[in-house]
T-cell receptor
Framework: ETGVTQTPRHLVMGMTNKKSLKCEQH?????MYWYKQSAKKPLELMFV???????ENNSVPSRFSPECPNSSHLFLHLHTLQPEDSALYLC??????????????FGSGTRLTVV | GESVGLHLPTLSVQEGDNSIINCAYS??????FIWYKQESGKGPQFIID?????DKRQGQRVTVLLNKTVKHLSLQIAATQPGDSAVYFC????????????FGKGTKLTVNP
């Protein structure tokens, strides 16, 4: 257990479904991130939140909608996804102080399959 | 394009040998580098980090070397064990107070018994 918990671990959804991914951290961090990990590609940054405010949206399609109600929780709402959106979605957190010592702490990810 | 890359996508070693995983980066303004290990079914896990004012840092069985002249980072694993089999990523942070990390593609290390 890294201190960052993601649920569900696996998700299969149809292209017309709406689902949400959840991330929770108990590390007292102030920054949270969503990354997409596809086979044979580098980790792709999707969204960054600092102190609950979104500070970066890396040109992510609107079918992905993040929500950060507080510094400990991060959601990724999914709707009308495409098969190419199938991937491992990783949540991470960091101190948010700008020093970044220790980098990110990652959760185990949600393996998403869009059918 | 990505600014952090790895020289080899896969590396296979015998148990007990030393492993060296390499990474090239292109942003000379990066001031902090991290190696992560990702085992199957898990998220990336921090292994070791190094600041740009250092050229070497050692941990338990792992050493990171930084050569700023040629913008090269390497991870050395001593006496590689089957539990070291995983994908290894390097990541860099650009100078300036942001915590944003840029990741490379990863090298898959396989340890043969």
């Amino acid at each position: 257990e890294t201190g960052v918990t993601q649920t569900p671990r696996h998700l299969v959804m149809g292209m017309t479904n709406k689902k949400s991914l959840k991330c929770e951290q108990h590390l007292g961090h102030n920054a949270m991130y969503w990354y997409k990990q596809s086979a044979k590609k580098p980790l792709e940054l999707m969204f960054v939140y600092n102190f609950k405010e979104q500070t970066e949206n890396n040109s992510v399609p609107s079918r992905f909608s993040p929500e950060c109600p507080n510094s400990s929780h991060l959601f990724l709402h999914l709707h009308t996804l495409q098969p190419e959106d199938s991937a491992l979605y990783l949540c991470a957190s960091s101190q948010g102080s700008g020093t970044g010592e220790g980098g990110y702490t990652f959760g185990s990810g949600t393996r998403l399959t869009v059918v | 394009g990505e600014s952090v890359g790895l020289h080899l996508p896969t590396l296979s070693v015998q148990e007990g040998d030393n492993s060296i995983i390499n990474c090239a980066y292109s942003n000379s303004a990066s001031d902090y580098f991290i190696w992560y290990k990702q085992e199957s079914g898990k998220g990336p896990q921090f292994i070791i980090d190094i600041r740009s004012n250092m050229d070497k840092r050692q941990g338990q069985r792992v050493t990171v070397l930084l050569n700023k002249t040629v913008k090269h980072l390497s991870l050395q694993i001593a006496a590689t064990q089957p539990g070291d089999s995983a994908v290894y990523f390097c990541a860099e942070r650009a100078q300036g107070g942001s915590e944003k990390l840029v990741f490379g593609k990863g090298t898959k290390l396989t340890v043969n018994p």
